[in-house]
């Protein structure tokens, strides 16, 4: 047993550290979307006990959260390292931004080689669907829109995110949420995402009609992934029917649109084509809010960044 379904059953059930009362002080945009070593996310959420671990879920609430009635769109980040490292603060600039959106922005704790001596990155995959399926389990208390869950990640937190949407195997499953609750998010946004391995947890070996459409970013300068073999995984996924965009930044190595780097101009470019990709999709509406910092320039189409079809 690789999961304690009891102890699930009772995180399931308890209000405490699920919900944080009392939301951070509105600051100014640029402040909110700067990461800095004492960013704290809002909340707090167990989603999974795995051997008497705890797996958290790094939460940043929307403004208005306390206190409403109403349900939000929602986004899990998965970050990267190879399934071997890496940690959730790497993707706190992102959840300040998508916050400041309206949305319940989430940077998910999974397991990983190096520190949890695990079989990668299958029991990853099974840590990305149980934390998909605790958010469903928990909607109502959580307000969490479930037909506006995006699931997002770089490098091998891509192929986390991607698995969401195209692998359904049995053997991805655990015996902590009842595999029925589905885990299929409402849109994909990947980063430069890892997809080499075995083909069974592979997504682009999973491609079918019907599968909730994507936005993919890769830099041409990136010595893991090639522009043809996400150019295929576009171009399948569009075959299929599926809606996909796909931009390849000049100049970008792996993990180029990260923001920890407040300066990083990838960063802001992949931010406001998501956003308006996430509009086109229904999940949000209103204006892109991406401010960019004075002395970073903006991206230029051609010059700058390829568009494919």
Known sequence: MTCNPSAARR?????????????????????????????KPDAMWTYKVVAGKELHLSVFL??????????????????????RTGEPSMHYPDCLYWRKRGMVAISVDYRLKDRDGIDVPLECVKDAKSAMRFLRANADRLKIDVEKIVAAGASA????????????????????????????????????????????????????????????FLGDKDPAVSIESLLGF???????????????????????????????RFFYWSLE???????????????????????????QKTTDFVEYD
């Open 11 to 39: 995180l399931e059930n308890l209000l405490s550290g699920l919900l944080l009362f009392g939301l951070v002080a509105v600051r100014g945009f640029a402040a909110e979307l700067t990461a800095s070593p004492e960013t």
């Open 62 to 83: 929307p403004s208005g959260y306390q206190g409403s009635s109403k349900r939000y769109p929602t986004i899990l980040l998965f970050h990267g390292g190879s399934w």
């Open 157 to 216: 937190g891509g192929q986390l995110a991607a698995a969401l949407a195209t692998i359904s195997s049995a053997e991805t499953n655990d015996d902590c949420y009842d595999p029925a609750i589905p885990c299929r998010p409402a849109a994909v946004v990947l980063y430069n995402p890892y997809f080499k391995g075995v083909p069974e947890l592979s997504p682009p070996e999973h491609l079918v009609a019907g599968l909730p459409p994507f936005i993919t």
């Open 234 to 264: 576009h171009r399948a996924l569009k075959q299929s029917g599926v809606t996909s965009e796909y931009y390849v930044g000049k100049g970008g190595a792996h993990g180029f649109c990260n923001g920890r780097n407040h300066t990083n």
């Open 273 to 299: 084509l998501a956003d308006r990709f996430l509009v086109q999709q229904g999940i949000l509406s209103g204006s892109c809010l991406v401010e960019i910092p004075k002395g970073v320039a903006h991206l």
